[in-house]
């Protein structure tokens, strides 16, 4: 088998086949793509409903329909692809360590490495939550890939604790399905999951979403055989006398996304302690020298169409780096986040090497009506951007543009921060 | 004249709209920020409709069930109806998007079509 690739992609999701297709455009035609699955598309897979690809096709596809075109652009570019191979190592100096039922256990030497893993759910063992541990409790990605690809209903009666959209759409699914959907609870005083979701998935079949609320106890031996919610105060703390059991034989938990970056930190990047994803700069670069890194392995997005963006960039990215053989030493300005925002990718901008344009993305901390968002540099606005509504469930952009960052302009860093009015 | 407060789904920005009804007629949409919202508000409480996502059973093939859609959106009233209808169906493997599962569904002229390749399952795959 061929040993040497000039990029190699780790993982056949969105992220993966998009970079890899535009790794591919940039004249790098080398490219690898190394999936553990038994096929390309990632999640997309078992995500049927419909909503994907708005922005990129402007249509309204499902997630295998969204994946399938980039399998298609993939295998028109021929692009190489070894599936149910497990990546258990990458070196610094990029060599990987891979295991397959055909090829035994094997490495591959890259120039470029694009890290496209994807993202995990967290899991009960997360939470702390009280009670036994009963047959019937599913992370809720785990209830959609039994119902939507291998066709079984992992439960009649369903409690589902968090509102993240995959909570809310399996609230759906169960639902058509024939199972009793009672109720969704949510820790924090408002939804992480999108509009759209909430009004579709839960309105439309009139299923309660409870807002400070929490699961306190799980009752049940063998099988679930209730769940009890109590509210929450302002600390996230359980009211005493609050307390309502839901007689139920299923939990599903939509509780939140973890960037699945184990790979990544034996490999030694610098981690980002609030995304849990790489530390990356303006070409989605991260501390190690041609590693990239896109997609929900990155940070946790909420619509694919943007993954396929920023994988494409990653995959320009990596490309350039390949032809150019290193990375370009030049001044970094780190990026800062100012009041209300969480986190911003990338974290780190070189001004010699954006794009005449520059998406900087990022999570605001609370719900925000009517404010601004703020770019600064030093005692300069480099930009101000009025949104109506902000929410930390849905991703913002700003796009910075290489001319404002002209070396009069700027200070030591750049600082994004909301400000109300 | 009534008052509907419905939450617009056109964008992430999801819009809180106040729909007025006046005679069984949609006088104005408030809140919104842009066209579609109005549109959307003025839909949703005389016509609204939804595309329905959900699994059909697979005979023979390399997985048990396959993901279909309504090849446009149909009637809020007809989802249940549709959710029935498609229990009953079995398709033969192999199976591809936009293959016509149902040409008509729950009364509607709206067909209903398969969202992915699923393959026949092999003899080798047996193995």
């Given at each position: 088998m061929k040993t040497t690739y000039d990029i190699v992609v780790i993982g056949g999701g969105p992220a993966g086949l998009a970079a890899a297709c535009a790794a591919y455009d940039q004249g790098i035609q080398d490219v690898l793509i190394l999936e553990?699955?038994?096929?390309?598309g990632g999640i997309l897979n078992q995500c049927i409903h419909n909503g994907f690809g708005?922005?990129?096709?402007q249509e309204e596809l499902t997630g295998p329909e969204y994946a399938k075109r980039y399998e298609v652009e993939a295998e028109k570019r021929k692009i190489s692809c070894l599936l149910e191979t497990m990546v258990l190592d990458i070196s610094p100096e990029k060599e990987i360590t891979a295991l397959n039922r055909k090829d035994g256990l094997f490495t591959i030497q890259a120039k470029a490495v694009i890290l496209a893993m994807g993202c995990r759910e967290r899991p009960?063992?997360?939470?702390?939550?009280?009670g036994y541990r009963p047959a019937?409790?599913?992370?809720a990605g785990t209830a959609q890939r039994l119902v939507n690809?291998?066709?079984?209903?992992?439960?009649?009666e369903v409690v589902i604790l968090g509102s993240g959209d995959i909570g809310l759409i399996m609230a759906r699914r169960m639902t058509l399905e024939?199972?009793?959907?009672?109720v969704v609870a949510e820790?924090?005083?408002?939804?992480?999951?999108l509009k759209r979701n909430i009004v579709q998935c839960l309105d439309d079949f009139g299923i309660p979403l409870k807002l400070s609320h929490t699961v306190v106890d799980i009752k049940g031996k063998?099988?679930?055989e209730s769940v009890t919610l109590a509210q929450v105060d302002e600390n996230r703390k359980p009211i005493p006398g609050t307390e309502e059991e839901y007689a139920c034989d299923t939990l599903l938990l939509s509780v939140g996304l973890i960037p699945e970056n184990e790979l990544s930190d034996k490999l030694g990047v610098q981690l980002h302690?609030?995304?849990?994803g790489p530390v990356v700069n303006e070409s989605l670069e991260?501390?190690?020298?041609g590693i990239f890194a896109c997609g929900n392995v990155l940070h946790v997005h909420d619509l694919v169409d943007f993954v396929s963006q920023e994988a494409t960039m990653a995959g320009t990215c990596a490309a350039a780096y390949v032809n150019a053989g290193r990375t370009e030493e030049t001044e970094e300005i780190p990026v800062k986040c100012g009041?209300?925002?969480?986190?911003?990718?990338?974290?780190?901008?070189r001004p010699a090497c954006m794009d005449e344009t520059l998406p900087v993305r990022f999570r605001v901390g609370q719900v925000y009506q009517r404010a601004s968002i703020m770019v600064r540099s030093g005692d300069t606005v480099l930009l101000r951007k009025k949104r109506p509504i902000m929410a930390p469930g849905e991703m913002e952009t700003v796009y910075i543009k290489?001319?404002?960052?002209?070396p009069d302009n700027i200070g030591n860093d750049i600082t994004i921060s909301i400000e109300e009015e | 004249m009534e008052e509907k407060k419905l939450t617009c789904i056109?964008?992430?920005?999801g819009c809180q709209l106040q729909v007025t009804i006046r005679d069984g007629q949609v006088e104005k949409v408030e809140?919104?920020?842009?066209k579609r919202g109005a549109e959307y508000g003025k839909k949703e409480v005389t016509n609204p409709t939804r595309i329905v996502t959900t699994t059909v059973r697979v005979h023979?093939?390399?997985?048990p069930v396959v993901p279909v859609k309504t090849a446009s959106d149909i009637p809020k009233s007809a989802v249940m109806d549709c959710i029935r209808q498609l229990k009953e169906v079995v398709v033969e493997a192999p199976v591809y998007i936009?293959?016509?599962?149902?040409?008509?569904v729950a009364g509607t002229k709206i067909a209903v079509i398969i969202t992915k390749n699923i393959e026949k399952l092999c003899e080798k795959q047996n193995l």
């Open positions: 553990r699955d038994k096929e390309l708005l922005h990129t096709f009960r063992g997360a939470l702390n939550i009280p019937g409790i599913y992370s690809i291998e066709g079984y209903l992992p439960g009649r024939g199972a009793k959907v009672k820790l924090m005083p408002y939804s992480g999951g063998e099988r679930v302690p609030v995304t849990g991260t501390s190690i020298p009041s209300g925002v969480r986190y911003t990718v990338p974290a780190k901008i290489k001319d404002s960052l002209s | 056109c964008c992430p920005m809140g919104n920020t842009c023979g093939g390399s997985l936009g293959d016509v599962v149902l040409t008509e």
